[in-house]
């Protein structure tokens, strides 16, 4: 399996960037950050009501990162929560229509949640009605 992972993103890789290119509504499931010329690599994640896009972010290891954080319209409001300081990966931020970018280097391999913490008052956490994802930090 560990020897297959690097095709495996290959493919999840050109698959995310066929739909990214089609500009087509339906979620993405996975997608894997583009590594740019700076060094950098670069991912968009968007809350909407109540999902993440993607569900499932893989970076690599040990490389700046460089989220566009957004949400889609509408009067709910979101949040991006990751509790990872054993990866060095500690983000808060409320979600906005407009565009906002956060920036960390990933430390530590593993797969790290994140999730929206919002909750109105007898319901269930908008991370219980779907808003959670996956950060993969990969080798
Ligand atoms: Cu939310």
Same mark, same amino acid.
């Given at each position: %399996?560990?020897?297959?992972?690097?095709?495996?993103?290959?493919?999840?890789?050109?698959?995310?960037?066929?739909?990214?290119?089609?500009?087509?509504?339906?979620?993405?499931?996975?997608?894997?950050?583009?590594?740019?010329?700076?060094?950098?690599?670069?991912?968009?994640?968007?809350?909407?009501?109540?999902?993440?896009?993607?569900?499932?972010?893989?970076?690599?290891?040990?490389?700046?990162?460089?989220? /566009?954080?957004?949400?889609?319209?509408?009067?709910?409001?979101?949040?991006?929560?990751?509790?990872?300081?054993?990866?060095?990966?500690?983000?808060?931020?409320?979600?906005? /229509?407009?565009?906002?970018?956060? /920036?960390?280097?990933?430390?530590?391999?593993?797969?790290?949640?994140?999730?929206?913490?919002?909750?109105?008052?007898?319901?269930?956490?908008?991370?219980?009605?779907? %808003?959670?994802?996956?950060?993969?930090?990969?080798?």
């Amino acid at each position: %399996m560990r020897k297959l992972l690097p095709i495996f993103i290959a493919i999840l890789c050109g698959l995310a960037t066929a739909s990214a290119r089609a500009d087509a509504p339906q979620e993405l499931g996975t997608v894997v950050a583009r590594l740019d010329a700076d060094g950098i690599q670069r991912a968009a994640i968007v809350g909407g009501d109540y999902f993440f896009k993607p569900r499932h972010l893989v970076v690599k290891v040990n490389l700046p990162v460089e989220l /566009t954080l957004s949400r889609e319209t509408g009067i709910v409001p979101h949040t991006l929560v990751i509790k990872a300081p054993e990866a060095g990966i500690v983000l808060d931020r409320v979600l906005s /229509t407009e565009i906002g970018k956060v /920036t960390f280097t990933p430390t530590a391999t593993g797969a790290y949640p994140y999730y929206c913490r919002n909750k109105l008052l007898f319901f269930k956490s908008h991370r219980e009605q779907g %808003m959670e994802g996956v950060l993969e930090v990969v080798p």
